[in-house]
């Protein structure tokens, strides 16, 4: 059955008459690098000049509204900004506005609001009442005509081309990206750490072979716990959520330090953990739980340096040298072809899931 | 096998020589409605004073700080701040202090660490570091005399006695009854709503057997999906934590729109699904989800009002005439002993969770 497949991802069909199942998330994920370096090269200028009007109005908290995927890119912002920046930053819990009106008083607050498709409803009327409620407002959306974009002050667009396939992939990394490059600015750096991502995107999204092999052992998991720190957790957040919605595997996310609390006692010798393990102080803080779950048997599979996946029971070998703050950027990729893979091997067809729509309607 | 347990749980063995399982859980269980009662007798009127010693610092934002079950209270906190009170909140992700030396300016800024021990050193740590950044600092923990206490400028104590369980229950409720008066104290009220909690807290817990026939349709149950909206949602999470650390069936909470974001996927006829459906605004909210649930054939449990669960599978109809913003104190009642009752069915024993006993090892 691999054979038939390319070792390496692409969006056109192989020669058959019906349209191989997964096409359009393979060619999404496929396009990312070429999707990192259009930022890199058109868009982080004016990204940086945003940013600095923003900081000139000098915010003294942030808040970020997001649903779904683009959730998990406003939780890699909130790492950024907290760390980066040291300025406080919650999510918002978008029904207190939309279901019980609250009215909060937003005055030297940013609110940054990141979507997709930035049609959604409830999104639209939090970031309207935000902006009335005195906040300073910015849409982060791959459409810079949709209604959200219109009723927020400032605007970022993550340049990511229409994204047809139902499970997020081209998107999710460029909101990284863009929110990584509008943080910098807002401290006045040029983000170069980013310079190398489009090139080791590519590098990481040819390994398709590997990730073939590491799908071989989900191909009748009931379950996934997925554990990551720091600035990985955005990441296991992430790779959960793909999992969930295109191979319908139950998988659940736990930072480390929350896994230790508790949840620990679902994870033995048959429930497989995946390991996002960062390069830094976030897979510092992360060794006690992994000494935990190779003590109790656990079935471990890392997404990390050389080192780290040689000390687990398989895993996907990352970039050496590449700053802990973008490294999300990488980190998620050969996790978004494992949710290919498995739902291949399962056969389903990614492009798919049951019960999805592109843009949801929430209220 | 369930006439030899009593139809109301109590903590006393049944008079045979090894100790009943769960006995400890179910002993703590059913201490609460003593606990919330103590909460408003004795611990009341020390919390109203604490906040208007706080109310007249005028905090401008409030961070929140927790692990595990105690992150479930205080995300309650979050939706009562955001919406009673009109400001800005966020929970903090508490590895950018202690795993990457984050340093915020917390001037202006209500730091509120929540935890049942008040021992975690990540927790104090990470309390210290907001004082140190300016924030008032206030602990609500299960121990006056713990660290975490000592290092908060301000203390609240929820009066549960000692919780010798491991899956934690009686603190959880006292959390958020005191954290729900606190922030009612912060905008001087007396939360009034809060009175009749203790007697019907009471007879929800007396209901046991209508728990223990619910408890049998997951018996074999490989997963479950837990959702709800608003101020449910954080007792969906708390649910789905219980129902993991005691049976170990892997639970997914979501918020009923993130659900329509992706997650839906995963539910199907066979996949059961309980919703925790508030009776206002955040229930109205859920409709939508609800609907899109029955249309897939879900198998869909409800906790809420009598005509919720008439138009569910089955269900737990909560009292009625409850404000909607202490609801939730009730709600995870039915939840926590359906944590307990699968445990027991499953032949399992609630109080020694397998992650916190002796490990057998296999190779």
Redesign the interface.
Known sequence: MSATRPSSLSGTSAGSAAPRPGRLMAGEMAEQPAVLRRILDEGAAGIRETAARIAARNP??V?LTA???S?NAA?YA??LI??TL???????????T???G?????T??LVITVSQSGGSP?LVASTRAAREAGAITLAVTNNPGSPLAEVSEFHIDVLAGPEKAL?ATKTYTAELLALYLFVEGLRGSDGAAAEPLPELAGEVLARGVEVRHLAERYRFA??L?ITS??YG?PTAREAA?KL???T???A?PF?G??LL?????????VSPVIAVVPAG??G??LQPVLDRLR???ADLVVVGQQEQVDAASAGFALPTGVAEEVAPILEILPLQLLAYEVTIARGQDPDS????AKV?E??
């Open positions: 003294r908290f808040l649903r779904g995927t959730d939780l909130k790492y907290e760390i040291g300025k406080p930053v919650g999510l918002t819990s978008m029904s207190t939309t279901a019980y609250a009215k909060p008083d937003l030297d607050c409830d499970p009931q379950r716990v720190r720091g957790y959520l969930m919605e295109t319908y595997i139950p659940t930072s330090a929350d609390h508790g949840p620990l006692a679902m994870v033995d010798n102080r976030g510092a803080a003590g109790r048997g899931p049951r019960a999805l949801t929430t209220h």
